[in-house]
């Protein structure tokens, strides 16, 4: 668990782990099996990761409440969600060009090479089989953050 940081988070081979934190941007590399609890500026990204859950970044306690705008985040603007699989491309070919209409006065080509003209674009799919969504009813309902205030964690007795 930690509070957010005014930068990156670079998380690799982790196993059936859960993590609390937030930063500007999120990138998990070759990690299965773990929830994500964030708070994040950027869309998170994902390599060669499987199972992975996303939920938002839980509330704070008082004595915490200004750490995200002070880790210099928008406290109303967290992107969790929006997670972008670097694994998961889609090939999308671009749509056909209209044939051109006759004309008196025909215009120059704005291609002067049509070969040039197909091109495959890649595009991030919205949702890839490697992650999904924490439901709601499994997510932790709290979090003990008294070590992130500071203070040691509770001893087992």
């Known amino acids: 668990m930690a509070v957010p940081l005014p930068g990156s988070i670079y ?13 500007r941007q999120v990138r998990l590399h070759t990690s299965t099996g773990c929830d994500f609890y964030l708070h994040v500026a950027s869309h998170p990204i994902v390599e060669r990761c499987d199972g992975l859950r ?3 970044y839980p509330a704070l306690p008082a004595p915490l409440a200004g750490v995200v ?8 603007r967290n992107e969790w969600r929006q997670v972008d699989d670097f694994d998961w491309l889609k090939v999308r070919s671009p749509e056909p060009e209209p044939e051109p ?13 049509p070969t040039l003209s197909l091109v ?10 490697h992650w999904s969504i924490l439901a709601e009813d499994e997510r932790r309902a709290a979090f003990d953050f008294s070590a992130a205030a ?3 964690p509770a001893a087992d007795n």
């Open 101 to 113: 209409n006759p004309s008196p006065n025909p215009s120059p080509s704005p291609n002067p090479n």
């Open 69 to 76: 705008a002070a880790a210099g985040l928008d406290p109303s």
């Open 11 to 23: 998380v690799t081979e982790c196993i059936d782990c859960t993590f609390v934190m937030g930063a």
């Open 120 to 129: 495959l674009t890649l595009t991030k799919a919205q949702q890839s089989p």
């Open 150 to 152: 500071g203070e040691p």
């Open 54 to 56: 996303f939920a938002p």
